[in-house]
């Protein structure tokens, strides 16, 4: 499944984004989906994941309560809803996906190191 990501931009701390993922290739609804953020000079971590229903959602605890994660399988797309944004949400965000079938257990446990499918990254900037 290849993965599109866009929606990223400059915001003042307290703003809003949204981030849209796309996808082709594949049957959307067979994948889990996640984004995930790298800071300059981090390593990349997990921000949110769902279930390919769309019926579970899980979020790293920095962004909890902040973000949300949601998908239209008819339209193939994964969005993440950012808001009350801080200066350490800065990054790039990328969306990625397991192998096909896998439930969103799977990225829970392992994070990174399952994920098969990487978008390519969209650049989020929080200004102070």
């Known amino acids: 499944v290849q993965l599109q990501a866009c929606g990223g931009g400059l915001v003042q701390a307290g703003g809003s984004l949204r981030l849209s993922c796309a996808a082709s290739g594949r049957t959307f609804s067979d994948y889990a989906m996640s984004w995930f953020r790298q800071a300059p000079g981090k390593e990349r971590e997990f921000v949110a994941a769902?279930?390919?229903?769309?019926?579970?959602?899980y979020y790293a605890d920095s962004v909890k309560g902040r973000f949300t994660i949601s998908r239209d399988n008819a339209k193939n797309t994964v969005y993440l809803q950012m808001n009350s944004l801080k200066p350490e949400d800065t990054a790039v965000y990328y969306c990625a996906a397991p192998a096909a079938g896998e439930p969103i257990g799977t990225i829970i446990r392992w994070g990174v190191v399952v994920m098969r499918y990487w978008g390519k990254g969209t650049l989020v900037t929080v200004s102070s």
């Open positions: 769902i279930s390919r229903s769309g019926g579970s959602t």
